[in-house]
């Protein structure tokens, strides 16, 4: 009886221990487990934070070239407005310059006809040939009509 005893008893001793083997790789597995759905949560947090790094990184792309874009526009179009300031400063200039221009054409005229008015008092005066008197006449003619179209074009201009 003792015997059987101890067969039982070691039995029961072999199946505890079977038992607390199966309990620890139960558990062992658990912990595999686990470390596992760790590993895959790490993995997903991972890609997770690779793909918010993916969308800021071409976020960050997309605004330096709005921003290269928007400084390209500011510099065409200040290249543009340069050269159209440049078109309107060359305008008024040649206006100037042709004013200037006609203003000196008028004061050779005046000179001009005052010559032309002193030689047909003198021919008037001095001399008894129609002819030169009549050819200065229309000389002074020709120049006051010039004059007086010189300052048409002096109006036109300043208007």
Known sequence: MKKQIMTVAALGAALLAAGCTTNADRRAEQYAEAGGQMEYNIGVVK????????????????????EAQKQAAKAKADKARAQANAKANAAKKAKQDKLDALAL???????????????????QVGTSVAEEAVRTEKAREKVELELERTRAEIKKLDQ
């Open 47 to 66: 890609a997770e934070q690779e793909r918010i790094q993916a969308e800021e990184y071409y976020a960050e792309q997309a605004r330096q070239k709005a």
């Open 105 to 123: 054409r008028e004061r050779e005229l005046k000179v001009r006809l005052a010559e032309l008015k002193v030689q047909e008092r003198e021919a």
